[in-house]
């Protein structure tokens, strides 16, 4: 098969990329790298059947061109910063909504209609069911970032509609594992890489989130796209253990072996659209064959020990 | 008060402005005239304290400098063709996604917060749930014009989130009344009065819609306003009632005294995105103290009455 991934170097997608290249099929990968570090593309770099090509999603003509033959387009590029939407609301619009609805136009353009779309638990915004299915009731956005990702899935669930395209929409919890280089993990990593005896924590530290480590979420998306043949797939991606953001600072602070005195700026949210509890229900991907391998621990240590042993990413990023 | 209206020269603004007039507030009406009538606004030119703002939603400082000083915005313009979404998916998206993410910023720029939104029904796709609550399952979209109007209504949440907006959002059943110049009752009345022996219905003629009248619409918005105090207020707006299109057919040759042989095109959907049952649960506006006033019959009369009366509106559309 040939896949296109939207996003290759970042995070998901250059884990993506290597699955994919690993399991025999060839690939374009399309990145602008204002996120992305074209160094998680290493491997990737040498095999054959990838290409990579540097664009941006916002520029449709390019799009077009580098997505044209490909069977599936795993579209994975986009403004992944929760936390500070409220700084600049038009960057989700942009880079989220009309981003997708240039890679969606660009297929139809091209005649590729199968799409695999990284969406996020953030469009449940503050639900009131735990654990949250996918079927829960209509939601009330709390953040940016969530309403461009909803505003994403209803778009392309519009030209599965309308133009015969065949979806697989998978809201994430947050991701963990190698190559994770934003997010709670990273911060705090960082933070104390500067001043390991004190951590700043926003929140009360009792948030509860789920997290799946990136193996177990790149497995997921595989099984998915296997087996789920609707026109529509719509999938819960996490696993069936939640923490607080306490104890991640604690595994962070035993792992690294330091003793910080810990400061938590207060509230039940760390900012604006955060939510106090993420726990999706997985009993659709589950059912499927699928199982998360890795804890929320280990997923936090595989992140450390990824950041330990390449000190570049810290220093690309201060 | 002084109110902000988009889509003031309209069907629905044209009837709300004059409404708003009525009461003593003051008016700025904004439009780009592409489906709104300057006629529509007859009335309101009389009135000293009502100004209309030729412009368009697309351009950002057009909006920032005409609803500055504003207390509540109802942002009504939009691309409200359902039928022919397919036919240019970018119009949903830029004329009503991304316009209402100008109104919004506009709003923030001004330190206006409080935005009355007309959404609609469409946002349910096709619904299990029947009648279908606000709080109906996490919705599936089926047209563009759904998908967009999900869009804003989310991005409308996360400026309520981000930033301390008041929003009261409206998901309509289709509307009738005076000055309702496309939809259904237009198309069926057009074309007999072209060819009286004939008429072409698209879908089967049962399916099954609910339809709510100008003058109830806009007092249940008037409601709402006055009594629904949250940061965000949901609202599903239609009628206890339904009827199929073979009801509302026979309704409209009786009015016309004409017999015309009727020509199903057939199929469950009269188009991509048509639903072929909108049945909305208005339970929640109701606790308010409203109720529809007008039988769907009465507004299918009633629109007929109006296009009779205005033969200019059948030939502008020619």
Redesign the interface.
């Known amino acids: 098969m040939r896949y296109f991934v939207t996003g290759a170097a970042g995070f998901i997608g250059s884990n993506l990329v290597d699955r994919l290249l690993e399991q025999g099929h060839s690939v374009t990968g399309f990145d602008n790298l204002s996120t992305g570090r074209l160094q998680f593309l290493d491997d990737a770099q040498k095999h054959a059947q990838f290409k990579l090509v540097l664009g941006d999603t916002l520029d449709s003509a390019a799009l077009a061109e580098a997505l044209a033959g490909c069977d599936v387009v795993f579209h994975l590029a986009a403004n992944a910063d929760v936390r500070f ?2 700084s600049h ?2 960057k989700d ?1 942009e880079q989220n ?2 981003a997708t ?1 240039n890679v ?2 660009a297929m139809r353009g091209s005649g590729v209609s199968r799409i695999a779309f990284a969406s996020t638990g953030s469009v ?2 503050e639900p009131e069911v735990f654990p949250t299915p ?11 970032y ?3 990702k ?2 994403c ?3 392309i ?3 599965c ?3 015969g395209f065949q979806a697989h929409i998978f809201r994430f919890v947050s991701v963990l594992g190698q190559r994770y280089s934003h997010g709670h993990v990273f911060d705090f990593y960082s933070s104390l890489m500067k001043n390991p005896t004190q951590l700043q924590v926003l929140g009360d530290g009792h948030q509860r989130k789920s997290y799946v480590s990136v193996q177990d979420c790149i497995e997921a998306m595989s099984v998915a796209l296997e087996k789920a043949c609707q026109p ?1 797939n ?1 999938f819960n991606l996490g696993t069936d253990e939640t923490c607080e953001v306490q104890d991640s600072v604690r595994w962070i602070i035993d792992e690294l072996q330091v003793e910080p005195e810990i400061i938590y700026s207060g509230g039940s949210r760390g900012w ?2 955060d939510s106090p509890f993420i726990f999706l229900d997985c009993t659709r991907i589950k059912s499927l064959g699928w199982k998360a391998k890795h804890s929320i621990r280990e997923g936090v240590v595989a992140t450390l020990d990824y950041l330990r042993a390449n000190p570049w990413l810290l220093e690309a990023k201060a």
Chains 1, 2 share one sequence.
Do not use: D, N
């Open positions: 939407g409220t609301p038009h619009l909504t009309v609805f969606l136009e449940y915004g996918e079927s829960a009731p209509f939601p009330i956005q709390t953040s940016f969530g309403a461009s909803l505003a899935e209803g778009l669930q519009a030209y509609a309308g133009f529509i719509v604006i659209g």
